[in-house]
Nanobody, 119 residues
């Protein structure tokens, strides 16, 4: 059974920092691309940051220079370090694991963790 368990969300003032964690089980973590998405009320879910199995990273323009994604394959965990937080970063943040096979894709989601940034 695949589980992605996010933690680290909460309430923070603008300019503050949070570190999200996503612990994975039931997958070969090192072979999966890991991503963080977010969804604010009334908005579509959007990609925030991603890291491939090889360690390549990409970020949404809105978080470049403020957020850092990293992974620890020994701990089966992906992190999102969020600095200089803004009220517009308020959303539910979801962890995603994606494995692309030869002719299939496995895609898994966590339950989400709320991040609220007050002005």
């Amino acid at each position: 059974q695949v589980q992605l368990v996010e933690s680290g969300g909460g309430l923070v003032q603008a300019g503050g920092s949070l570190r999200l964690s996503c612990a994975a089980s039931g997958i070969i973590f090192s072979l999966n691309a890991m991503s963080w998405y977010r969804q604010a009320p009334g908005n579509q879910r959007e990609l925030v940051a991603a890291i491939t199995s090889g360690g390549m990273r990409n970020y949404a323009d809105s978080v470049k220079g403020r957020f850092t994604i990293s992974r620890d394959n020994a701990k089966n965990t992906v992190y999102l370090e969020m600095n200089s937080l803004k009220p517009e970063d308020t959303a539910v943040y979801y962890c995603n694991a994606r494995y692309t096979g030869r002719d299939y894709v496995d895609n898994y989601w966590g339950q989400g963790t709320q991040v609220t940034v007050s002005s």
